[in-house]
């Protein structure tokens, strides 16, 4: 098809790709830039199903304050989506459970500790964002194909085919937003090994789980007064896997399963019949509760982590979301890349910079974050049956993604250079005592034990520091924030010499006491 000339339009930034970390960036640099003329591509059509959309549904404080503050969205979060109450773990012994919940290992929170999250209907938060994009003044071109992309610095060309036309847009900055189909990277061949070659499934059921009636346990019921157990993010496990259960506000539940295809054959569940097999025999518990409803939708995924060469570059091409990046989805980290790299990407856009080290820089501090972050699960899929290895390693996770990570973000300091590089010690420091810590974790979880089923409780809610480090986060001076970070980092050094010594119990066969006993952590 002939492209008009006159169809030609320039653009000081076009995003390709409406899906959650396209249509976040456009809000928060109109937020921040009310003037720039800014379009996004998408390919489907607004509004999209809320429940059969997209997974990445679960939030945790990162994400969770960068659409409730940075982009202004604390109302629709109350309103339409689920509060999220923590992430729980269920552990059974070497027997499957089938009739009571209760019998199983559970590691989670009593009550919620401080910061809200929340569980995300992908589709109805991706429709209320598109409505809010459009409203702050950004064209939003659905059900639009991306025909071409040409990088060219301050002069990017996308040719878009709309309702039968085709036209071209050019643009000082192009932000490849685009998930997996990742036009930037695939194009100029920036896709490197992330090492982490595991594989997921997901689907999505019209049904709300009960999980609180899984047992009639009244002690057991009532050890949890905080919330329902269903609004959390509720992972069933085992050696090499794990099984989340997500509820949405729809109604609908979220289903997944991520794992080592090293150590789970991905013949046994790469089709839902296969998996809900292989599930009745794991555990048939849950198995039970699924087996009458049929999947509104089944995806399945191979090697779901993937990394770039290059994220950012000071000819003005960005990626963000998983056009870049992607490193698990355990923790539920996602949502927290796209608002860091939204963050630097809107530095960086704002201030016009041309200056290449300001890119260099943003991009060094953002593939640091998400090597630190992706240490946490490589080579550690072994030892997820296993209880009290699992307690003592989110012991050390959460502790670190509150001290460091999270502090940085909530304090608005990330994208200071200036701090950044008079903290740059400390802050190798840290990464230091993380990177030692993850490499303990994968010496451990290569002997893939299991553990759990006696019905053990280990309660988040009992380890004060997680309440100091959160509160933290929320009532922080952001001026504060070097020394603050110092103390953390103190504190985790200690930390560490605790947590070596609870793996050295372990070791010893001796089994891990209640949270309430361990501080922070001896």
């Not at 919620?112 to 071109?141: C, V, Y």
């Not at 071209?168 to 090994?193: C, N, T």
């Not at 990407?345 to 991009?363: H, N, Y």
Request: hydrophobic share 40%; charged share 25%.
């Amino acid at each position: 098809m002939a492209i008009d000339p006159k169809a030609e339009q320039q653009r000081d930034v076009c995003i390709l790709g409406g899906g959650m970390a396209g249509l976040t960036l456009a809000r928060q640099l109109k937020r921040q830039q009310p003037e720039l003329d800014i379009t996004v591509v998408e390919h489907q059509q607004f509004p999209v199903a809320d429940a059969t959309h997209k997974v990445g549904e679960s939030t945790v404080e990162i994400a969770s304050h960068y659409l409730a503050n940075e982009l202004g969205m604390a109302d629709h979060l109350a309103d339409s989506q689920l509060p999220k109450f923590g992430l729980r773990l269920f552990f059974r012994g070497d027997k499957p459970v089938a009739d009571d919940l209760s019998r199983y290992d559970e590691v989670g929170g009593s009550q919620s500790l401080p910061i809200d999250t929340f569980q995300l209907d992908r589709g109805r938060f991706e429709n209320h964002l598109a409505q809010t994009t459009k409203d702050d003044g950004t064209e939003l071109l659905d059900g639009s194909t991306i025909r071409k992309v040409d990088l060219q610095a301050g002069q990017h060309r996308v040719t878009v085919r709309n309702d039968g036309a085709e036209q071209v847009l050019r643009s000082r900055y192009l932000i490849d937003a685009s998930g997996r189909r990742a036009w930037v990277r695939k194009g100029e061949e920036l896709s490197r090994p992330a090492r982490h070659n595991n594989h997921a499934l997901w689907f999505r059921i019209d049904a709300r789980l009960e999980i609180d009636e899984w047992s009639a346990d009244t002690a057991w019921t009532e050890r949890c007064p905080g919330a329902p157990r269903r609004l959390s993010t509720n992972h069933f496990t085992g050696p090499g896997y794990w099984l989340w259960l997500i509820p949405l506000s729809s109604g609908a539940t979220s289903v997944g399963l991520v794992f080592d295809p090293k150590v789970l054959d991905p013949a046994n569940v790469r089709q839902h019949a296969e998996c809900m097999r292989w599930l009745a025999t794991e555990h048939p518990l849950v198995a039970q509760q699924l087996q009458d409803y049929v999947p509104l939708d089944f995806h399945y995924m191979e090697n779901y982590a993937v990394t770039s060469k290059q994220v950012f570059s000071d000819a003005g091409w960005m990626t963000t979301g998983d056009a870049g990046i992607f490193s698990d989805p355990l923790y539920s980290p996602g949502g927290d890349f796209i608002a860091l790299a939204n963050g630097y990407i809107t530095k960086l856009v704002t201030s016009g910079t041309t200056d290449p080290m300001l890119f260099q820089e943003s991009q060094n501090y953002f593939f640091s974050f998400f090597t630190n972050t992706l240490s946490l699960y490589r080579g550690q899929y072994r030892g997820f049956g296993n209880c009290d290895f699992m307690v003592i390693k989110t012991l050390w996770d959460f502790a670190y993604y509150w001290a460091v990570m999270s502090k940085l973000y909530f304090s608005g300091r990330f994208t200071d250079f200036d701090f950044m590089r008079d903290l740059r010690p400390q802050m190798l420091q840290a990464a230091a005592l993380n990177s030692g810590m993850q490499r303990r974790f994968r010496e451990i979880a290569r002997s893939g034990q299991r553990q759990g089923g006696e019905g053990r409780f280990y309660d988040y809610w009992a380890i004060p520091w997680f309440h100091e480090l959160k509160q933290d986060l929320v009532d922080g001076d952001p001026q504060q924030t070097g020394g603050q970070l110092l103390n953390n980092i103190e504190q985790l050094t200690r930390v560490a010499g605790s947590i070596n010594k609870l793996l050295e119990d372990q070791a010893a066969g001796r089994r891990l006491a209640p949270l309430d006993q361990l501080g922070a952590f001896a």
